[in-house]
């Protein structure tokens, strides 16, 4: 699937690609050059399958597979995480790492796709808290403020971008902004439930969440925060006294926009048609954060921590310089015209968190994302095929940094 979507974006991207090249190579040769690249984009470059045995709490011992793919190295390190799940195989891994090199692209991140996959079901498993290198750390390990929650959120700010933008939502009959839109969740997990707090904080209606125990309705609406706090309890979305249960496929229900969070695979050519939203949303804020957090580290500084007071006190000064020019030019007998800052405007005199820094960060590369991709769509006369559009921002980008490193030919 992955594959075929590529192959799609390269074939609308090709001539363009040869067109762009300055050299002195024939047309041909150029050509020949741009398929050569492409070529070399497309497969993944390293699979490793693994077997490792594990001794259980009840003395048995086991062997448990797993994979790991790095589908590029034109950008270094490889970024992706790993899936855990009795259905993992070594194809999906692959497919999901070459996601990670698209993603990482089209948000001008600059790490290379990868992917693990191991063959268990944690639910299973004793966790030992074994150390490992990884993003998405506890803040005292070197995290980041914002990774918890950055993935949905980064849906979130995608769904901003293209539904507050009045041409696409006209194309698709519908008005621009959250106020009067449906959403439906499938997967109620660390995804599903923080862009279900962001859609409903900004006004849409969560009509519909799914899990794989059960569905539950409410047309009226679900409060994100009481359904957490009953899955926190029982386990289980199953019961939620708030809404009904619903025995239909989720995906398949009356809603303006669907977000997928669970596991892949859920939307294929036989059900595809049944989909009533009109709108899916894919995204890559999770892996934009986790860059950040990569920064942080080298850094070995947090956000904003060598700048709180400095900002501060000039915003504080600016307001000074603000009364007192007031107070020369239209002050009387000495009287003062005092400047007082809004609430909001004192929050901010406060100086930035890192999760403020964070927050604004992903808010910019998604909405930059954004742009880009409607104006490729519209380049390629793409009309609402924003995968496509997607995939062309992410070809051109990868391919650029091949093309300029150089190749090397046995």
């Not at 899990?211 to 309890?233: A, M, S, T, V």
Request: net charge positive; aromatic share 10%; charged share 25%.
């Amino acid at each position: 699937m992955v594959e075929g979507f590529f192959d799609r974006g390269a074939g609308i991207v090709e001539d363009k690609l040869v067109e762009g090249l300055r050299s002195r190579e024939s047309p041909e040769e150029r050509r020949h050059r741009v398929r050569g690249i492409l070529r070399i984009i497309k497969p993944c470059n390293h699979v490793l399958s693994v077997s490792f045995p594990i001794k259980r709490d009840n003395g048995e011992w086991e062997v448990i597979e797993g994979y790991r793919a790095q589908h590029s190295q034109h950008r270094t390190p490889c970024k992706g995480g790993i899936r855990y799940s009795t259905d993992v195989s070594v194809d999906e891994v692959k497919a999901l790492a070459s996601l990670m090199t698209y993603k990482c692209a089209v948000v001008d991140v600059p790490f290379g796709g990868a992917k693990a996959g191991v063959k268990i079901n944690t639910k299973n498993y004793t966790d030992i808290n074994a150390h490992a290198c990884v993003t998405g750390k506890p803040i005292s390990q070197g995290g980041i403020h914002g990774r918890i929650s950055a993935t949905g959120r980064g849906l979130f700010h995608g769904i901003e971008n293209f539904i507050n933008e009045a041409s696409y939502m006209s194309l698709l009959g519908m008005t621009p902004g959250f106020g009067d839109k449906t959403f439906v969740v499938q997967g109620f997990g660390n995804v599903g439930l923080h862009s279900m707090r962001y859609l409903h904080r900004f006004g849409a209606k969560c009509v519909g969440i799914g899990e794989i125990d059960g569905n539950i309705w409410n047309p009226d609406g679900i409060d994100p925060k009481e359904l957490e706090d009953y899955k926190l309890q029982h386990g289980t979305i199953v019961g939620f006294p708030k809404a009904q249960p619903y025995d239909g496929n989720i995906l398949e229900s009356d809603c303006d926009i669907l977000i997928p969070a669970a596991s892949e695979k859920q939307l294929t050519k036989s059900n595809a048609h049944k989909v009533k939203a009109k709108d899916l949303y894919l995204n890559a804020g999770g892996v934009t954060v986790s860059y950040f957090e990569w920064l942080k580290n080298l850094n070995h500084v947090s956000y904003g921590r060598l700048t709180f007071k400095y900002e501060r006190d000039s915003n504080y000064h600016l307001l000074m310089s603000v009364q007192e020019s007031l107070e020369r030019k239209f002050g009387k007998h000495g009287g003062t015209i005092p400047v007082v800052p809004t609430a909001e405007f004192q929050d901010r005199i406060s100086g930035a968190s890192e999760k403020d820094i964070v927050h604004s960060g992903l808010a910019y590369t998604m909405e930059r994302s954004a742009r880009q991709i409607m104006r490729t769509a519209m380049k390629y006369n793409l009309g609402l095929d924003l995968r496509t559009a997607a995939y062309v921002n992410a070809i051109e980008k990868v391919f650029k940094v091949y093309n300029e490193a150089g190749l090397t030919f046995t």
